[in-house]
């Protein structure tokens, strides 16, 4: 399943760019770029699915070290029987951060190109409140 996705992924961005380069489709680019972009964090989150379990330990040990050896294997027996269910809700959270992250740094870039045109128009500065 997740090489057709890939396929059709990657087969949709090698023919779309340049038909939207061609065509100078501003809306096109900005869709291909913006599911460029998801898809690099969706990859970014499942390769950082390798270090989970190293950071969990680490995390445990330095949170846990002026407790109980026992209360330390409890801890890790805890995390590894619930690893599926945790990773399931890193990769929610990771998925809304970055998403919510990207969002709001895409809606300033457009802000300040807007500020920018209208300065470039109307050849002054302009105040509003931020």
């Known amino acids: 399943m997740f090489g057709v996705v890939s396929?059709?992924?990657g087969l949709a961005i090698y023919y779309l760019l340049p038909y939207g380069m061609i065509n100078q489709s501003v809306g096109l680019l900005a869709v291909l770029f913006f599911v460029l972009l998801e898809g690099l964090l969706v990859g970014l989150v499942?390769?950082?699915y390798s270090f989970d379990f190293l950071?969990?330990?680490?995390l445990a040990k330095a949170a846990l070290f002026w407790a109980d050896p026992t209360d330390l294997q409890l801890t890790l027996k805890n995390?590894?029987?619930?690893r599926m269910q945790n990773r399931q809700?890193?990769?929610i959270y990771a998925l809304s951060v970055s998403?919510?992250?990207?969002?709001?740094?895409?809606?300033?870039l457009q802000?300040?190109?807007?500020?920018?045109d209208f300065l470039n128009y109307m050849g002054g500065d302009i105040d509003i409140g931020g």
């Open 89 to 91: 809700t890193s990769m």
């Open 46 to 48: 499942i390769l950082s």
């Open 7 to 9: 396929t059709v992924y």
């Open 111 to 116: 802000i300040n190109a807007i500020k920018s």
């Open 55 to 58: 950071l969990e330990t680490l």
């Open 79 to 82: 995390l590894s029987m619930h």
């Open 99 to 108: 998403l919510v992250i990207m969002i709001s740094v895409g809606f300033n």
